[in-house]
């Protein structure tokens, strides 16, 4: 069964604590893709990657990072310099020779 | 430049009425326009997507209309039904962007009642 996983469903951190969200994938897709998104504003990309051990910046990376390792796995850890972690942060995959990016069910970060 | 408008913010529909949700963006190089339907504490999934090359494509109830010279794009649900209840997105991308980043609209909420 090929999609996107990404766990957990649903996280709850104290503030000040990094915590790890994964995103594994199956489809054989060479890009990964880390959004946020919050109420109102649409999908906002936090990092990318074409290649394993390498990815970019996207227009919200500070106080996010990220490693690939693998070509399957593209974990993302939100640190303590994030100033506003709670959002439901969402994981896609590309094909590189399509456009065409899939989501995955998302994680709903929440710190307190 | 980067930008994408959508509009409305919400809709709410009759069964079997058509929904347009409108999109429009300033970049001329974008050139693939993909609509995303998500549902409550769902990924988006993919629609239906359109390239510029042409100004309407059809799936099923759902249309995309594209006029690039209004930079508009909009997506026509026909026969609307309450299982299409679900947040829509428009997105954005342009084929010099490596990795084909995707800019998105801020979404409509669509409501289709009995």
């Known amino acids: 069964d090929g999609g996107i996983t990404q766990s957990p469903k649903y996280l709850f951190r104290k503030e000040g604590q990094n915590v790890t969200l994964s995103c594994e994938q199956n489809?054989?897709?060479?890009?990964m893709y880390w959004y946020r998104q919050d109420p109102g504003q649409g999908l906002r990309l936090i990092y990318y990657?074409?290649?394993?051990?390498?990815?970019q910046k996207g227009d919200i990376a500070e106080g996010y990072s990220v490693s690939r390792e693998k070509k399957e796995s593209f974990p993302l850890t939100v640190t303590s310099a994030q100033k506003n972690p709670t959002a439901f942060y969402l994981c896609?995959?590309?094909?590189?020779?399509?456009?065409?990016?899939?989501f995955g069910p998302g994680t709903r970060l929440t710190v307190t | 430049q980067q930008q994408v408008k959508q509009s409305p913010q919400s809709l709410i529909v009759q069964k079997g009425g058509i929904s347009i949700i409108n999109c429009a963006y300033e970049n001329t190089a974008f050139d693939y326009f993909p609509w995303y339907q998500q549902f409550p504490g769902k990924g988006p999934a993919l629609l239906i997507a359109i390239r510029p090359d042409v100004s309407e494509k059809k799936e099923g109830r759902f249309t995309i209309s594209f006029n690039k010279s209004a930079k508009q794009f909009s997506l026509h649900i026909m026969d609307s039904q309450p299982g299409d209840s679900a947040t829509y997105f428009c997105a954005a991308s342009m084929s010099s962007w490596t990795a084909s980043k995707l800019t998105f609209g801020t979404g409509t909420r669509l409501q289709v009642t009995l």
């Open positions: 896609a995959s590309k094909d590189g020779r399509s456009y065409e990016q899939y």
């Open positions: 489809l054989n897709h060479d890009a």
């Open positions: 990657s074409q290649i394993v051990n390498d990815f």
